[in-house]
């Protein structure tokens, strides 16, 4: 007897997984993310760009923007998800580097678990693998789960710290805005 073959799944089946499909959800899942993060979202017309989006962090009063790549995945292969930091010439893969973009958003589909990583970090190691479910946090990229820090523009005030300490010596009452001429020191406060 001789054994079917099977058919190919049909594009329209619904149940067929569609890699296209699922980077286009991770794209509007990012969307929300940066949204409610309060960033400034653009997206590039057509596909000819090596970036996905351009965040603006909208700090004040130098703006900085970032290059974004979304990449997704969605299945466990060696009890990892894993994903590439490469983008494909012909048959090959090149990794991506910081001339192309500056982060790559990575999506780890089933758990909604974003990794924010700056491009410098995959291009030695594009093959990105992420280990969730571990506890371990010596994992290569587990420091930069939900990073979304890394994007956020620096304090346009930062906190300042003031020390200060008394000095016994200081003459009683001056005020050194009202001085024309600065003490003379080199006796002592008070003239000693």
């Not at 299945?75 to 894993?82: G, H, I, S, V």
């Not at 594009?126 to 979304?148: G, N, S, V």
């Amino acid at each position: 007897m001789r054994k079917r073959r099977p058919q190919p799944s049909r594009p329209d089946n619904p149940n067929r997984p569609n890699t296209k499909r699922t980077g286009e959800r991770s794209e509007a899942a990012f969307l929300y993310q940066a949204s409610q993060r309060r960033f400034a979202i653009s997206k590039p017309w057509g596909d000819s760009e090596r970036y996905d989006f351009i965040l603006d962090n909208r700090p004040q009063p130098r703006v900085k923007l970032f290059r974004i790549q979304i990449k997704c995945t969605d299945c466990l292969r060696a009890d990892a998800y894993e994903t590439r930091a490469t983008y494909s010439v012909g048959r090959r893969h090149v990794p991506y580097n910081k001339r192309d973009i500056d982060f790559i958003a990575a999506h780890v589909v089933p758990l909604n678990i974003w990794y924010i990583i700056p491009v410098e970090v995959c291009t030695p190691q594009p093959m990105l693998r992420f280990y969730p479910h571990r506890q371990a946090k010596k994992m290569r990229l587990e420091k930069y789960r939900e990073a979304w820090h890394l994007l956020d523009p620096p304090f346009p005030n930062p906190p300042l710290t003031i020390h200060a300490c008394i000095d016994e010596d200081y003459p009683e009452g001056y005020v050194p805005e009202l001085e024309t001429e600065p003490p003379d020191w080199t006796m002592g406060p008070a003239g000693d």
